[in-house]
């Protein structure tokens, strides 16, 4: 019997006559379902556990509302991750269109389960949103406090023998879509509250390290823009120019001496500190190597430009995979604090700084390495070359029609303004603290997670919970998570 079988047989205790596709029998569902069904657990159903509800169908909640100046969060499958909510391109409604469907209100604490397309996506409602709303797609759960810990809940869900019964139950073939029913009639592991407790501290803890790097990236960006008078740059969208036979260069494009182009240089200049090519800031050339061969089975990673976004790297399920003996001579090997930079888009001109828990890792072909110098913090330049500054930058360096490039000599001409060292380290402490704790919120959910597959499974050391010796990490364990950090 394969995992992904055509055809399985299955015994006639297990046959539930409203699912007779024979997906919903692969061998690893059922494999799973056995292994809840022995763990000798109490095993309740989310129906008991809490009030389930989906949001209103689209025509009472029009894409048209979609984009409120201060509305409510309309939370969508897209915004739905593990734990995290995804705040990037989140809707906003009326608040009166909200007070109609309330209903569907959820609030902090509470969980919103994708309902399709993404089946075992789940997040928790974040202290930050006081109240939001979902769309048909999402199903929206109340935890009932006094029948199990929310946080616990959620890390149930997100382990391979909660999300396996969301997975399990989607019907479609184009796009999966998960019945409220069937999600009511999904069994959970409910152990003793203690065994909760430990668990769901460690999902909490997450979310208050991912609360403290949200304040810390605001914090970093508001002193950014006051050293770099954001809020005073308007370039203009002229599209053409009359240039001074001086200001030309090698590259004689019409794109590359549009006025707000000039206008960015002055803005910069005017800033009251010295202005100076990238290059001469970095320790070193700037590295770009060529892709090496992938082996999935090897252990270190190595980065595409898919693997990074702005001040985030994704390198726990890389792109590629390269061995050890590949890694120790390949030209793209990774130092601590270094920053990586995407040449090759999209997406291009996207940075990010390399911590010391990622290495040993490469880069390949499309990304460049930018070791900074002593008067250069790693953490400032990533939050500059991610902003309008260095993005404006990119836009004029880069070549391309169908995809952009932008090559190390021409990274190397950036403009930079060199503020002092205390300024620097301001901004640049609280990104790298930034992306330091969003490291630790993956790391604490992940480890939640394991240990809800290892109560199952029966190697939890749950007597060494229960009687105090093991004790779930807090905040006083986080450096990270000090107010009053540099």
């Known amino acids: 019997m394969t995992a992904n079988p055509s055809a399985v047989w299955v015994g006639p205790a297990r046959v539930r006559p409203s699912r007779l596709a024979a997906e919903f029998y692969r061998q690893e569902y059922t494999d799973l379902e056995d292994q809840l069904d022995r763990s000798g657990h109490r095993l309740v159903v989310l129906g008991k556990l809490g009030r389930l509800f989906t949001g209103p169908f689209g025509s009472k909640l029009p894409a048209s509302l979609y984009d409120t100046p201060n509305g409510v969060p309309l939370l969508r499958v897209q915004n739905i991750g593990d734990i995290f909510l995804n705040e990037t391109d989140i809707a906003r409604i009326p608040l009166e269109v909200h007070e109609n469907i309330h209903r569907s209100k959820l609030k902090p604490g509470d969980l919103a389960l994708a309902k399709a397309g993404r089946l075992g996506a789940l997040s928790k409602i974040p202290a930050h949103i006081q109240e939001c709303n979902i769309t048909q797609h999402i199903v929206g759960v109340k935890v009932r406090a006094d029948k199990v810990r929310g946080s616990y809940l959620a890390a149930f869900f997100l382990s391979r023998f909660g999300s396996f019964q969301l997975k399990r139950q989607g019907i479609g073939t184009v796009i999966k879509y998960l019945g409220i029913e069937e999600t009511r009639a999904a069994k959970v592991a409910v152990p003793d509250c203690r065994i909760q407790d430990y668990i769901g501290a460690k999902v909490e803890l ?13 914090e970093a960006i508001g002193h950014f823009d006051a050293l770099l008078r954001t809020s005073k740059f308007g370039p203009g969208a002229d599209l053409t120019n009359v240039v001074d036979a001086r200001a030309l260069t090698g590259r004689l494009t019409g794109e590359f001496y549009l006025p707000r182009y000039f206008a960015l240089e002055a803005h910069l200049a005017g800033l009251g500190v ?19 061969e992938r082996d999935e089975a090897a252990p270190i990673p190595c980065i595409l430009t898919s693997d990074i976004d702005p001040q985030e790297i994704r390198w726990r399920n890389p ?12 030209g793209g090997r990774l130092a601590a604090r270094d920053v990586v930079y995407t040449s090759v888009g999209p997406p291009v001109g996207e940075a990010a700084v390399v911590l010391p828990q990622f290495l040993p890792m490469a880069v390949g072909g499309d990304v460049s390495i930018l070791r900074h110098g002593d008067g250069l913090h790693p953490g400032f330049l990533a939050l500059y070359l991610n902003s309008v500054f260095g993005q404006m930058q990119n836009d004029r360096y880069s070549r391309g029609i169908r995809q952009r490039r932008v090559y190390p000599e021409d990274i190397g001409a950036f403009l930079i303004p060199v503020f002092g060292a205390k300024d620097q380290a301001y901004v640049g402490e609280r990104i790298v603290r930034h992306q330091v704790l969003n490291e630790l919120a993956v790391d604490l959910v992940n480890e939640a997670k394991a240990d809800v597959e290892a109560l199952i499974e029966g190697t939890l050391d749950v007597q060494a919970i229960l009687s105090g010796k093991v004790k779930a990490p807090t905040a006083d364990d986080i450096p990270e998570l000090a107010e009053d950090g540099a």
């Open 319 to 330: 792109s590629l995979r390269i061995t050890k003996s590949v890694h120790d001579r390949h």
């Open 274 to 292: 010295p202005v100076q090519p990238l290059r001469s800031l970095l320790r070193s050339d700037i590295t770009r190597s060529s892709t090496p």
């Open 206 to 218: 997450a979310e208050l390290c991912r609360a403290r790097s949200g304040s810390l990236r605001a």
